[in-house]
């Protein structure tokens, strides 16, 4: 009987040292978040920053937006690129999620380009939830509702570039995370000093 409560004793201790371990290992989830109109200096040509007070959703991020201009039928999308300096707070692995509004299925992307993957860029968007706003991720599966692709920063100032491709889209709020599981809904608080200006 002895041995049994001995044997319970050090596998409950056990219990609560691992689960002590556990809390003290768990790091917090970090998101840097910043509004897409929140650009020092517009390029001049394409995006503009516009004011949008209502949406379907309910709301919009300081009822503004960056925006690239609605066309005619035809016309070509000049490109144009938004850089963003972000302020990387540790080295990790990261995500990318934007609050985006599309009209139409010729209107529903940006180009996504990271520092540090200088081979390539993708596009974000390509969905077709249309005339609300929603969150998108930067992904690789075409998954871009719950499975963003990872992206491995560095701690420090990293350029995160949004470029024009289609007509009429609308970019309220970004989000870069180290948490893979994150799900974004509605709008978010933009972080302090988010980006180096
Ligand atoms: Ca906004």
Redesign the pocket.
Known sequence: MRSRVMVMTIGLATALLALCAGLLWAVPYKKIIW???DVAKLPGKVFSVKKKVEDPSGK??????LAVPKLDPGEKVIREDIVYKVKVPADGRYYLWARTFWTTGCGNSFFVKIQGYDSGEWIIGGDGTYNIMHWVCLSDTGDNKSRPRPLILKKGTVAITFGSRESGTLL??VVLTNDPGFQPAGIYKATANALEK
């Open positions: 509004e897409g109109e919009v991020s300081g009822n503004k937006v309220d709020q």
